[in-house]
């Protein structure tokens, strides 16, 4: 139930956990185990069972130091829930981290899965991952329509977060890969590449960046640990060598992108003040927003465009909204801006009935539908990224805005470096932060955490516990000898690369 509602819902993974704790519970007490679980006939007439089981979990605990080392996690959060200012916060803060210390405790007491059924597990999540994949392809195209409207490629994923869902995404083709070796027979081996090949598709249709980093970085560190482990030298310079080529190929792409963005127009010196129907013109070049490397605030006619656009829309132009929510006027003048017109009855009757729509569903750019999803998505980091650098107010957009974030978090950090502010008071810090030195973003948007693990335990518990966690990450896996496990660096790699990033 765990594995299935990681992909396709969180319910089935409240369900699944209190499950395996109860479970766990009843194996442990007295009377309730069965006979198979500890055959030996003299422990059933010495009455010692009970003793026997408890004596064998701390084994396993004994054997598993790692265990504890994990389940100190959740017991740093107990500690900050001490100073914590907002005591509702901090246990709804530790309640959603119940599992970093239940699954560790069951799973580490309990003796290992037979290879076939955690086989099985992983191929049940494999498969809910492409189920919540193909579902959410499916809905970004409204060949499903769902409970509430896809504004956003991010709203199609309606069971797990986007981003979540294309970690798991990237883990899936990393077991996929895995089987693929294994296996000898045609028929899933190519199973498994159809499989790899769907999900990397999925991830560059649905522009998921960080998936997309993760998987060929990931990817690379992946297979030269394990080169490097088994001492085959000859593996790491050539997949050094095809990790070069990508990165260079790579590169070109992000170049061209960027070439493309920083083709500015210059605005000309002698601005026209009158339309060619008589009206005002207004201008505002000092704005500095662009779109396709024109500038947006001049050449605009209110007047012309109310009246016209009206007779073309059912949205009208002067308070309306777009369906991404934005008003439709900026996204008027943006994709306007974007082919080169001015923004007057001339321009706008230009304009065909299908980019009226385009604009009417909250698309800005005309040439997005000639980009590839990855173009689109570079496109939008630097459009995002040079207008932050001319002061425009991040607010509602990914990228500038987590740098926001992310600098509200290292200021929060500084402020309180040994003890942080306590469990789940990440967003009490924030908002202190923003009243303290001014806002960097609208306040429907403080709200937001630090989208980085790593920054989110240094603010709600300080440095100490910071240090603590990533000693945790390094210690089991050394512990328990994983560096050399496929299985688990491809986790390992997935899981460590996303803190960065949620």
Not at 137 to 152: G, S, T, Y
Not at 157 to 186: C, D, P, Y
Not at 187 to 197: Q, S, Y
Not at 472 to 492: D, E, Q, T, V
Request: charged share 15%; aromatic share 12%.
């Amino acid at each position: 139930m765990m594995a299935i509602g990681l992909p396709l819902g969180k319910f089935l993974i409240g369900i699944g956990l209190f499950t395996v704790g109860i479970n766990w519970l009843l194996e442990t007490a007295p009377g309730l185990t069965p006979a198979i679980y500890f055959p030996n006939p003299r422990w059933r007439k010495t009455g010692s069972l009970w003793l026997e089981k408890m004596r064998t979990r701390w084994n396993y605990l004994r054997a598993r130091p790692s265990v504890l080392i994990l389940a100190g996690i959740l017991l740093l959060h107990l500690i900050g829930a001490s100073w914590a200012t907002d005591q509702h916060e901090a246990w709804k803060d530790i309640r959603i981290k119940l599992p970093l210390f239940v699954l560790p405790l069951v799973i580490g007491t309990t003796r290992p899965l037979e290879k076939k059924i955690f086989e099985i597990l992983l191929f049940v999540f494999t498969a809910a991952v492409i189920i919540s994949s193909i579902s959410t392809v499916l809905i970004a195209n409204e060949l499903i329509i769902p409970k509430k409207p896809v504004n956003d490629l991010r709203d199609a994923s309606v069971f797990v977060s986007l981003l979540r869902l294309a970690l798991m995404s990237v883990l899936s083709i990393f077991l996929f890969g895995r089987w693929l070796i294994r296996e000898k027979k045609w028929l899933p081996r190519t199973g498994c590449l159809v499989a790899m090949v769907w999900l990397t598709w999925f991830l560059l249709y649905m522009q998921s960046l960080t998936g997309i980093v993760i998987l060929f970085a990931g990817g690379f560190f992946l297979l030269v640990m394990l080169a490097a482990h088994h001492k085959r030298k000859k593996l790491v310079t050539v997949l050094s060598l095809f990790f070069l080529a990508f990165t260079i190929g790579a590169g070109v792409v992000i170049k061209n992108a960027y070439d493309e963005f920083y083709n500015f127009h210059p605005v000309s010196a002698t601005l026209e003040k009158k339309s060619p129907r008589g009206a005002l013109y207004l201008h505002a070049p000092e704005n500095g927003m662009v779109e396709n490397g024109h500038p947006v605030m001049v050449y605009i006619c209110w007047h012309e465009l109310d009246s016209v656009w009206n007779k073309r829309s059912a949205i009208p132009l002067n308070g309306g909204s777009d369906k991404k929510g934005n008003a439709v006027a900026a996204t008027l003048l943006r994709y306007m801006a974007s082919k080169g017109l001015r923004k007057d009855a001339d321009g706008l009757s230009q304009l065909a009935a299908g980019e009226i729509h385009a604009i009417e569903n909250g698309e800005t750019n005309a040439l997005n539908a000639q980009r590839t999803p990855i173009g689109r998505r570079l496109y939008q980091v630097f459009w995002e990224l040079y207008h932050f650098r001319q002061g425009q107010n991040p607010s509602g957009h990914s990228v500038s805005m987590r740098l926001v974030l992310a600098n509200t978090a290292i200021g929060c950090i500084k402020e309180k470096p040994l003890t942080g502010f306590g469990t789940g008071g990440q967003k009490a810090a924030f908002v202190r932060h923003y009243e303290k030195n001014g806002d960097s973003i609208d306040e429907k948007f403080q709200w937001l955490h630090a989208h980085n693990q790593f920054l989110a335990i240094g603010v709600t518990l300080g440095i100490p516990a910071l240090l603590y966690f990533l000693f945790s990450l390094w210690y089991p896996a050394k512990n328990m000898n994983r560096w050399g496990n496929y299985l688990y660096l491809a986790f390992f790699i997935t899981f460590f690369l996303s803190c960065f990033d949620d």
